[in-house]
């Protein structure tokens, strides 16, 4: 499965940006989808996940309310949908994926794409 991920940018404080993961290889309608970011000096954290059906989905509490994880199976795509960014939101934002269920946790995800950078200024 490879992942490829897009979609990020620099954007003003308060502005939204919408992530794309595409997915290849193999089917993947049946694997659950996770977003994670890193910043220099910071572990990298789990801001979304949704599973395969796209009925479950985990937020991460630092985003609750701003961001909105989906998919589309039939494009083998998904999305996260980022509103209300804040300088503290800029990071490198990669996805990945595992089978079935959401997971917040990146260990077990069996797949990841390269990460696009997302610069959020004040």
């Known amino acids: 499965v490879q992942l490829q991920a897009s979609g990020g940018g620099l954007v003003q404080a308060g502005g939204s940006l919408t992530l794309s993961c595409t997915t290849s290889g193999r089917a993947t309608s049946n694997y659950a989808l996770g977003w994670f970011r890193q910043s220099p000096g910071n572990e990298r954290e789990c801001v979304a996940s949704?599973?395969?059906?796209?009925?479950?989905?985990y937020y991460a509490d630092s985003v609750k309310g701003r961001f909105t994880i989906s998919r589309d199976n039939v494009k083998s795509t998904g999305y996260l949908r980022m509103n209300s960014l804040q300088p503290e939101d800029t990071a490198v934002y990669y996805c990945?994926?595992?089978?079935?269920?959401?997971?917040?946790?990146?260990?077990?995800?069996?797949?990841w794409g390269q990460g696009t950078q997302v610069t959020v200024s004040s």
């Open positions: 990945a994926a595992k089978p079935w269920g959401w997971s917040s946790k990146s260990d077990e995800y069996d797949y």
């Open positions: 949704i599973d395969w059906t796209g009925t479950g989905t």
